[in-house]
């Protein structure tokens, strides 16, 4: 039962545009979400995160989104550069255990 | 900028053999957490620890696979016997305190069973 979910495995944006990855979840008990991005050969790195009270959260150039009652979260990199090409992973995470679940992954390849 | 630590970072093996991971974690991370990521797929959690104790082993195949971290710092994570479907990156993950969602990932340790 995949909990979260990732429907886009890879998506190419030009550079300087946005890049938009989204991720859905089912179980409604999640209530901290989080993206992760990971480079090939390397362990993921943390990139931004909410908490369900919030829809939105901003840190430079990234911004998370969170509709609740769709059960959806988008990441928006604006603008998007080529050093941002790595696969992006959805995680959430429920208020009474800290493991994350984490989603199968974006791969984002921003061209020039 | 302070790191989790893992080696090695490769290791090749037969099957039926042992294998052992280390992890070291961020200075001060009482939380250390180990996750198996299978190709194509996100990284699914094997084991939790806060300090020297564990949280969370649901999803740890207990008859091949065991987890310690004796004085709640540094972690040790076992295969015996290494199986064919065992092949896999294993990370380790720390965080300052068990309810944060922002932990902080090891570089892995690529795992091939022959």
């Known amino acids: 039962d995949q909990q979260v979910k990732q429907n886009s495995p890879s998506l190419s944006v030009q550079e300087g545009r946005i890049s938009i990855l989204n991720c859905d979840y089912t179980?409604?008990?999640?209530?901290?979400f989080l993206w992760y991005k990971k480079y090939p050969a390397e362990g993921p790195t943390f990139l931004i995160s909410i908490s369900s009270i919030k829809d939105k959260n901003e840190d430079g150039r990234f911004t998370v989104f969170l509709n609740k009652s769709a059960k959806h979260l988008s990441l928006h990199i604006v603008p998007s550069q080529p050093g941002d090409s790595a696969v992006y992973f959805c995680?959430?995470?429920?208020?009474?255990?800290?493991?994350?679940?984490f989603g199968t992954g974006t791969r984002l390849q921003v061209t020039l | 900028e302070a790191e989790v630590a893992q080696s090695p970072r490769y290791k090749i093996t037969e099957k039926s053999q042992a294998v052992a991971f280390w992890c070291d974690p961020i200075?001060?991370?009482?939380?250390l957490y180990w996750y198996r990521q299978i190709l194509g797929q996100g990284p699914e959690l094997l084991v939790q620890f806060q300090d020297e104790s564990v949280v969370d082993d649901s999803q740890l195949p207990k008859d091949r696979f065991s987890a310690e971290r004796l004085k709640g710092v540094d972690s040790t994570l076992k295969i015996q016997p290494a199986e064919l479907g065992d092949s896999a990156m294993y990370l380790c993950a720390s965080s300052p305190k068990i309810r944060t969602g922002d932990q902080y990932f090891g570089p892995g340790t690529r795992l091939l069973v022959l």
């Open positions: 995680a959430a995470q429920t208020g009474t255990a800290s493991k994350l679940t």
């Open positions: 179980n409604s008990m999640f209530d901290y």
């Open positions: 200075s001060g991370h009482a939380t």
